[in-house]
């Protein structure tokens, strides 16, 4: 196949790394691309929101395969463009990624069809938002209704933050909801629009700071796979959750195809939806990749083309643990430029591949861009032995601009009780 990869992210890194290595995927185009992807794939500087532009490069390629990476170009109905010219496509058409697009939509979603997830109520102004906070206790949680890249949410714990995030937010649709106590899990499944099977958990740390402080970012880091998510877990949550969304979907005629991502509370109760995204998460994407076993892009291929009841996903024995390596200042203003060196001697440590997320090239030397810079991943055959090869690994990174926590997976080692840095 002639595969080609929308994005620029750590996540499209890791999907580039995991595709190369598919028998079936002989050339990989990845529109734009970075630094890291370059190494799989060939780069070409194309918008992969301009869907014009997208199709032109399919068709002058010959592609037979188009996996789209990043939310924005879902949203903006890249996928409806591509399958209208007969492309196949991993990847949700535009009205399918609402699920992500709006929680407002996903929550009226859940409401008609007695998916579990929090109490809600969906208002339209600032004024309204501040009405509606009366009805609920606190903590409570104040969502912007649209796309934030992992950001757009306060878990206000006073009343004063509540409409303090209500005012940040201003005029617009927001989402009210009851604050859910337990632990947070993240479930993957491939959906073909019709069939939904599990491929993968995974848990991430969104808070800045060590011990889970500080304000939210995309991802600081993620471990594959989520031992909290049990086997009976992640079966009520595909039985409860997962499959009554696709089969909603598909009644409603926009039926879902790609990869469904279902953000879970784990509650006394059972699993509740927290949100859903309509890809692959980040950095959880760089922690998955390196556990799928067999042809991935052959994978992606049956999704795609609704075959997905004839494939059956694996992963290896192993785990996985991705550290995120982000510029200082981030999430509010990163500094960018800084030089980064030594990323071949992290990647000699057994089981680790150094996944970029925000880098550039300034003549000969790789530069920071973005806020988070690297994902540096590690597997072994334990979740204490992937934590320290990937800290080791981390270790060996020269990037004076850069910063990491030391304390990813902390939940998972108390609760094993295994030495925070033990193993190899």
Not at 137 to 147: Q, R, Y
Not at 329 to 342: C, F, H, K, M, Q
């Amino acid at each position: 196949m002639n595969v080609l990869l929308l994005g620029s992210g750590g996540r499209e890194d890791a999907l580039a790394w995991r595709l190369r290595q598919s028998p079936s995927c002989e050339t990989l185009i990845a529109a734009p691309g970075n630094p890291g992807i370059a190494r799989w794939a060939e780069c070409v500087p194309v918008d992969p929101c301009d869907p014009a532009a997208i199709i032109a490069l399919a068709e002058g390629r010959a592609i037979d395969l188009v996996v789209i990476g990043p939310e924005a170009p879902l949203v903006a109905g890249v996928g409806d463009a591509l399958r209208n010219a007969g492309f196949a496509v991993f990847g949700p058409n535009a009205a399918a990624a609402q699920l992500e697009g709006s929680k407002g939509f996903t929550k009226d979603l859940c409401a008609a069809n007695a998916i579990p997830t929090a109490g809600y109520v969906r208002v339209e102004t600032a004024a309204a938002a501040h009405d509606a906070l009366k009805g609920f206790g606190i903590p409570v949680v104040i969502k912007a209704d649209g796309l934030a890249a992992g950001k757009g949410v306060t878990v206000a714990m006073s009343r004063e933050e509540a409409e303090a995030a209500i005012d940040a937010a201003g005029d617009g649709p927001m989402v009210i909801e009851e604050f859910l106590s337990g632990e947070e899990a993240s479930l993957f499944a491939l959906v073909d629009g019709v069939t939904a099977v599990p491929l993968a958990s995974a848990q991430d740390h969104k808070r800045v700071g060590e011990g889970d402080t500080g304000p939210n970012t995309g991802g600081m880091g993620a471990y594959c796979p989520a031992p909290v998510l049990t086997a009976e877990l992640q079966q009520r949550a595909m039985d409860e959750i997962v499959i009554p969304t696709a089969k909603a979907m598909a009644d409603a005629g926009t039926p879902f195809s790609g990869v469904l991502y279902a953000g879970l509370m784990l509650t006394a109760d059972g699993p509740k939806l927290i949100e859903y995204n309509a890809r692959f998460g980040d950095p959880e994407c760089e922690a998955i990749m390196p556990l799928i076993k067999g042809d991935f892009a052959e994978l992606l291929l049956a999704v795609a083309t609704g075959r997905l009841g004839e494939a059956h996903p694996k992963l290896s024995a192993n785990h996985s643990m991705t550290i995120i390596v982000a510029a200082q200042g981030y999430p509010g203003t990163p500094t960018s430029g800084g030089l980064i060196r030594e990323i071949e001697a992290a990647e000699q440590v057994p089981g680790v591949t150094v996944f970029h997320a925000g880098t550039a090239r300034s003549g000969d030397a790789l530069v920071a861009k973005g806020g988070r810079v690297l994902a540096v991943t590690a597997i072994a055959d334990t979740f204490a032995n992937a934590r320290a090869r990937a800290y080791r690994a981390v270790d060996q990174i020269d990037f004076a601009d850069g910063f990491h926590r030391r304390d990813i997976g902390w939940r998972e080692l108390e609760r094993s009780g295994e030495n925070a840095l033990a193993g190899e």
